[in-house]
């Protein structure tokens, strides 16, 4: 058995692509984390900044999406909890 290969990491055919695009695509996010919250902020941000930031909003949009789906499953309409 083979040890696993590290994202980066040259096979024998080549990186593989599924590695290297995974890497490309956390690297691309990142960058733009750092671009978008770097003009919000009153200090410089680092790459782990950027990381942390990423994180915490994939948190909090994962939360949202298991409150409505709570919701769905009581059957809790929100148009008529409004009134």
Do not use: Y
């Not at 691309?28 to 984390?33: F, N, Q, Y």
């Not at 009153?42 to 909090?60: H, K, Q, V, W, Y």
């Amino acid at each position: 058995m083979q040890p696993p290969i590290k994202p980066g990491t040259v096979h024998r055919s080549g990186p593989r692509p599924n590695l290297v695009c995974a890497k490309t695509l956390a690297d691309e996010r990142l960058a733009r984390t750092l671009e978008l919250w770097s003009r919000r902020s009153t200090r410089p941000l680092t790459e782990e900044d950027a990381r942390e930031i990423a994180e915490n909003m994939s948190g909090f949009f994962r939360v949202l999406l298991e409150w409505k789906a709570k919701q769905r499953a009581l059957g809790v309409d929100r148009d008529r909890t409004a009134a």
